[in-house]
């Protein structure tokens, strides 16, 4: 059974050759040209900043929506292969009226997809989203005549200027005085090459895992645990002090300790946490779907943390209203608001490097100071149908429970919390489970997988 195309608040993510054609990146390109035309009205001719992960497709899906940008008379500045964040950067650095990201974050190379930013850098809000997707479906395209159409301006730049960003926020000098020995992982996606100049910008002695960007994986691109054991390995056999695993478009990051153990990607957001509480006071934002490690550190520095629903725009968003000092989610997005605002492995993995040199502590140690909860994540495939009869169900089994129904429904208890959602870029629900108790977390899990088969087979 073949997929569908999936069009969502998130943007546009498919499969090459199945669902996912040239047509139709055009006809999304001119939706969003002419969103950002009436949105821009009055400020002469608009331009949009285009940058692409490794995939082997992203050449084609990037010509397809330059077309249509150009067709509706929006001039395109083509990034080339470059992360997320540094798209984010460069589209404000050039004063665009927005952005696009050719990306399938962490789906393998056959997914392809068409992410959009707007002037600030941040994803549409959902009543924005809406609109373009209107648009895209009827299409209601304003087509420009031969004198007026966009035109194609090649700018190179990205990733020096996201660099320099990055490095602004930290003391280089301390943290080159280290001679810190990293493992790169970065599974052939776009990240690899700013990565690379990062570690060696900080004196760091590099080595190199997947770092060329020919978008052929080395493995499943999702930073986890089972898809990271190569990587695991090289850290114990190099002796180095930290591995870094980049997804496809860098704007996540996981992390394995000195032991060669990987840490989870909710520590990444923990430790960054850590480093700033330690250096100032202010707010935080995370997600619905992010530990409780986050507020606990907050807590012990006097801070707080504002959750909202899951997505790096809801964060992102609420950061700048909140002027929080740090954010993210538990997927190891990184959010600081002096880089961009957006998620962004480069400031995860700069800031890291200046907390172990600050602490003089090795990963494992950072990470027993902080200490931990037995979190399990699950995904399963579903139906919108099959997801909403889940979560009823659920609701009936976890009666005591606190709920909030903002983004799924999660689930609060004085020993832990659960939270079911559906993805924006998947057919697929999401659950997680976080609890102190390992016992605890297995028993609401449970009790969900039992509800799940129960509504799976009927």
């Known amino acids: 059974m073949s997929q569908e195309l999936i069009i969502s608040i998130s943007g546009m993510r498919g499969l090459i050759g199945e669902n996912l054609f040239p047509e139709i990146a055009s006809a999304y390109g001119s939706a ?24 082997p497709s992203g050449a084609m899906i990037f010509s397809a929506v330059a077309g249509g940008l150009a067709a509706v008379g929006i001039d395109v500045i083509d990034l080339g292969i470059c992360s997320t964040p540094a798209v984010g950067v460069m589209l404000r650095h050039l004063n665009c009226a927005g952005g696009i990201v050719i990306t399938a974050s962490h789906n393998p190379t056959p997914y392809n997809g068409i992410k959009l930013l707007l002037e600030n850098g941040i994803a549409p809000p959902k009543d924005m989203a809406e609109q373009i997707i209107q648009a895209y479906r009827n299409h209601q395209f304003d087509f420009v005549d031969a004198l007026v159409c966009g035109v194609l301006k090649p700018d190179t730049r990205a990733n020096q200027i996201h660099l320099d960003k990055v490095l602004a926020i930290v003391n280089e000098n301390k943290i080159t005085s280290k001679r810190f020995k990293v493992v790169l992982d970065s599974v052939n996606g776009a990240g690899g090459t700013e990565g690379l100049m990062l570690l060696e ?18 493995h499943t691109p999702e930073p986890t645990a089972e898809n990271l054991t190569a ?23 996981a992390i394995v300790d000195e032991n060669g153990d990987y840490i989870g990607e909710e520590f990444t957001l923990a430790l960054v946490a850590q480093h700033i509480f330690s250096k100032t006071q202010g707010l935080a ?15 012990r520095a006097g801070c707080e943390v504002i959750r909202t629903a899951v997505g790096e725009a809801n964060v992102a968003n609420t950061m700048i209203d909140h002027s929080c000092v740090i954010g993210g989610e538990g997927n190891g997005g990184i959010i600081d608001l002096r880089v961009g605002p957006i998620r962004d492995s480069l400031v995860g993995m700069a800031l890291v490097l200046e907390l172990l040199t600050e602490t003089e502590k090795t990963v494992f ?44 429904c999660r689930f609060d208890f004085p020993d832990g919390w659960i939270h079911i959602r559906t993805s924006n870029t998947e057919p697929i629900m999401r659950i997680i489970v976080e609890t102190k108790n390992p016992a605890v977390a297995k028993q609401y899990l449970d009790t969900i997988e039992t509800i ?7």
């Open 285 to 299: 934002a995370a997600n619905l779907s992010t530990s409780r490690m986050i507020d606990d550190i907050a807590e």
């Open 365 to 408: 140690q950072l990470v027993g100071d902080i200490g931990g909860y037995a979190m399990h994540k699950s995904k399963y495939p579903a139906d919108k149908d099959q997801a909403a009869a889940i979560i009823e169900k659920v609701k009936a089994a976890f009666t005591k429970a606190k709920l909030n129904t903002s983004d799924g």
């Open 201 to 218: 910008a900080l004196g760091c002695e590099v080595v190199p895992m997947n770092i060329e960007p020919t978008g052929i994986f080395a």
């Open 32 to 55: 969003f040209g002419i969103f950002l035309k009436k949105r821009h009205t009055g400020q002469g001719k608009l331009s949009v900043a285009i940058g692409r992960d490794s995939r």
């Open 452 to 458: 799940r088969l129960d509504i799976l087979q009927s």
């Open 231 to 253: 990587l695991c390995q090289k850290v114990a056999d190099s002796g180095a002090v930290i591995g870094f695993a980049q997804d496809p478009d860098a704007d996540r990051l």
